[in-house]
């Protein structure tokens, strides 16, 4: 796999080589060594081989003990399980030894239970700001109100239910992300509660610069923390037993110990062991307050022959069984595979909360299981609207769909929005935390031409409706716009534009096949200096090529790559801003970064992630236009290095920080710069500056009354150029340019453009006469 060493041959019969710090390749179970000369080494099958231990003590130990209950009745004989919790963390442990145990100390090794990653909550970066408190195996996590710029991580491993309580975050910005969801706003559906899988998860806590809120509080119940291990029905050695954690052959310190009772059936009600297996119920009624369906369960698969009838009930709060109507008594099967079954089809008392099954014999009734009593409620929402297209291309439709949630919303997690084939679902939008109050949901998106219906379903925790609320909507295209666009039988957009909409990127030749836009943000270059001036600023791009699939379009995506240009330009995070995110292949975006691109880059069907980002000076550099010219130069100087191919910190700034995000990222590439500093204003009004390279001039400004005389203006400008002109403006007047804080749906990427926003205007330039 790897070489890791190099050794002379010094004619010795045995040579050393230490290995110190050694990281274990994946997959490598062992080191081979090959003989070699000038002219090469010899091949694998000559190699002389050894199988690499890993020398590790296990950090944590097991703790809790428990006996679950003897199964085998006779006296003097026991055979059941233990069970005892994990340690804290696994990843230092590959399994726990079972041993007997005495006064004389450990005894023969009874066997082994195998870890499986198990880890509790552990929080990082700004954990001190969070309330935190544990009971049983559910932690709680409490942030009232909150600052600015806060970031905490809580990493936990699965099965495991998030449930949250209370929630008030500032919309669409401070957010907790969970897996491919995000948490965002004032009025979500609470209590929520989001099942989590098997395997290591994170929950990330993250509030942006501005505007606050009263905080959330959520608990996190995991399941899987515990550990069991069968013993056989015999007559032990000792009643005692120990559990030490291991790594392969080396044990841990710490050991927990438990303790054997033995059960006698002639005179005793049935042990903890004996309890009813598999017990379960479905409401097949979605109406809410009935239920109907089937309690099933089995007899203990070891000593059903010590239980001679079940009582199965419904219970409060407590456990107690108020209503003598809604309680039965089964006679137990003469075998453990018999299932026992009791039909429900009734109204459900307020006050039910679980079905309680107890073993029962001759000696009183003994060991018992529960299970929740749930109304199963299935509720579409109530109705849904759309504003109406306000994007003028064709196959491009952009609005705001409004959600009035179901009537029953119980259970309901969140509202699934399709694009629909008629009453069919094509293709997911997104999914919004549910509601009690209206919902609104911003999209603009490019579909197909058969893609004419919304389709909103409510989705369930284990559950998603077919049925939902249709919504048809109609693909709304101004043909004046087709016109000034010059474009033809309603091409979108994107196929043709008479002005490039990134200026600072070259154009590439070919079209665009594939594109997912994953964001866009309001550019902090738009804000102004005293003088009333948009601030000068440096633009480009940067593409990375991805190793899977494009990482979610989170915060802490978009912060990791604001700090490797910051690291790199060596400029301070609150100077940059990434103005658009979008995945694409990879030829495509290489030929848009460095113009040009070879046949082979050109079917490069691999997805790379294309950032476009704004480079800023400091408020104290803004303030002077020297200052701020040597700023701009400084660093397109830095850029420029880039885009030539110098990115070996560039790479590793983005490896180190995108290393959870989105590991096995290729090497970047840099676009060529581009300054976009204001001009000098005599006059107030707009004007026409016409640049011979690139067309024109993409700011816009009003004017300072500054000089008594008035100026010409000077309009030097060809007929394409004008129609240029006249296309920004009537899109500007219909809304469709610009950038703004837009809505995201939980778990989804930003309703954004699906075409570049062109954040252009026209320039005039002026004249003495």
């Known amino acids: 796999l790897d070489t890791i060493a190099t050794v002379d041959a010094t004619g010795a019969a045995t040579l050393t080589v230490p290995l110190a710090n050694l990281t274990l390749t994946k997959y ?49 004989w026991v055979g059941g399980k233990i069970q005892f919790q994990r340690a804290e963390s696994e990843k230092s442990l590959t399994h726990y030894n079972v041993y007997w145990h005495s006064a004389a100390g450990q005894g023969d090794l009874m066997g ?91 929950i990330t806590w993250s509030s942006d610069r501005s505007e606050v809120e009263e905080g959330w509080t959520f608990h996190l119940t995991q399941t899987g923390t515990t550990a069991d291990f069968e013993v056989p029905s015999m007559q032990p050695p000792s009643m005692e037993l120990q559990v030490v954690a291991a790594f392969e052959e080396t044990e841990g310190a710490a050991a927990a110990y438990g303790t054997l009772k033995d059960f006698d059936a002639s005179v005793m009600a049935p042990s903890p062991a004996l309890v009813a297996r598999n017990l379960s119920f479905l409401d097949e009624n979605v109406q809410e307050k009935l ?13 059903a022959d010590a239980v001679t009838f079940y009582h199965v009930y419904f219970a409060d709060v407590d456990g107690i069984a108020q209503w003598t109507e809604y309680s039965w008594t089964l006679e137990a099967p003469k075998t453990a595979k018999e299932m ?73 997690t969140s509202y699934a929005v399709y694009l629909g084939n008629g009453t069919k679902k094509d293709e997911l ?8 109050e209206e919902i609104s949901f911003s999209f603009h998106i490019r579909l197909e031409s058969y893609q004419r219906s919304l389709i909103i379903v409510s989705a369930y925790d284990d559950f998603e409706m077919e049925e939902g609320v249709i919504v048809e909507f109609e693909d709304l295209v101004d043909d004046s716009t087709f016109f000034l666009l010059g474009t033809r039988s309603g091409r979108s957009l994107s196929e043709e534009r008479s002005e490039p909409v990134e200026p600072w990127l070259r154009q590439p030749e070919m079209g665009w096949d594939e594109r997912q836009l994953l964001w866009t943000e309001a550019p902090l270059a738009t804000r102004q200096t005293k003088s009333g001036h948009a601030q000068a600023h440096l633009m480009s791009s940067l593409l990375l090529p991805l190793a899977g699939q494009s990482p979610a ?88 290095r880039l885009h030539q191919g110098s990115t070996r910190k560039l790479d590793a700034s983005l490896k180190h920080h995108l290393e959870t995000l989105a590991p096995g990222t290729g090497a970047a590439m840099i676009s060529e710069p581009q300054q976009m500093a204001p001009k000098e204003r005599h006059r107030t009004g707009r004007g ?77 330039s002026e004249g003495q006469q």
């Open 28 to 76: 490598a179970q062992g080191l081979a060594v090959v003989a070699g000369n000038a002219t090469g080494s010899a091949g694998p099958d000559s190699a002389a081989t050894a199988k690499i231990k890993d020398y590790c003590v296990p950090l944590y130990g097991p703790s809790d003990v428990q006996w679950m209950g003897d199964a085998d009745g006779r006296l003097g």
């Open 112 to 202: 082994k239970v195998p870890a499986n990653g198990f880890s509790r909550p552990q929080c990082e970066v700004d954990c001190h700001l969070l309330d935190i408190s544990v009971s049983g195996t559910t932690y709680t996590f409490h942030r009232g109100a909150y600052d600015n710029e806060e970031l905490a991580k809580i990493h936990f491993s699965g099965p495991a239910l998030m449930t949250t309580t209370s929630f008030r975050t500032e919309k669409y910005y401070d957010f907790l992300e969970v897996g491919d969801r995000q948490l965002s706003g004032t009025k979500l559906a609470l209590p929520m509660n989001i099942k989590l899988p098997s395997g290591l998860h994170t």
């Open 291 to 303: 239920i109907k369906g089937r309690i099933e369960f089995f007899p203990p698969s070891m000593g």
């Open 340 to 412: 026992l079954q009791i039909d429900l089809d009734l109204e459900l008392p307020s006050a039910a909360v679980s079905i309680v099954a107890v073993s029962g014999n001759a000696h009183g009734e003994g060991a018992k299981t529960w299970i929740p009593l749930r109304d199963i409620v299935r509720s579409a929402p109530a109705n849904a609207s759309f504003s109406g297209d306000s994007d003028p291309v064709a196959d491009q439709v952009r609005g705001d769909l409004t959600i009035v949630p179901a009537p029953v919303p119980t259970g309901i």
């Open 429 to 436: 939008l997104g999914q919004i935390p549910p509601s009690f």
């Open 553 to 640: 379009p989170s915060a802490e995506l978009r912060r990791a790559l604001r700090l490797a240009l910051a690291e790199v330009l060596q400029v301070s995070l609150e100077q940059t801003s990434l103005t658009q995110g979008e995945r694409l292949r990879c030829g495509q975006a290489t030929a848009k970064v460095m113009g040009k691109s070879s046949r082979l880059q050109q079917h490069d069907e691999r997805s790379c992630l294309l950032v476009n980002f704004h480079v800023m000076p400091d408020a104290q550099k803004a303030l002077h236009p020297k200052l701020t010219q040597d700023f701009l130069d400084r660093i397109e100087a830095k850029v420029i």
């Open 688 to 764: 026409l500056a016409i640049s011979k390279e690139e067309g024109v001039v993409l700011t816009t400004e009003e004017r300072e009354e500054t000089s008594e005389e008035p100026g010409y203006i000077l309009v030097a400008v060809s007929i394409g150029a004008f129609l240029g002109a006249l296309t920004v403006l009537v899109a500007a007047r219909r809304g469709a340019f610009g950038v703004a804080k837009r809505s995201t749906a939980t778990g989804e990427p930003d309703a954004v453009d699906p075409v570049t926003p062109a954040d252009v205007s026209v320039q005039l």
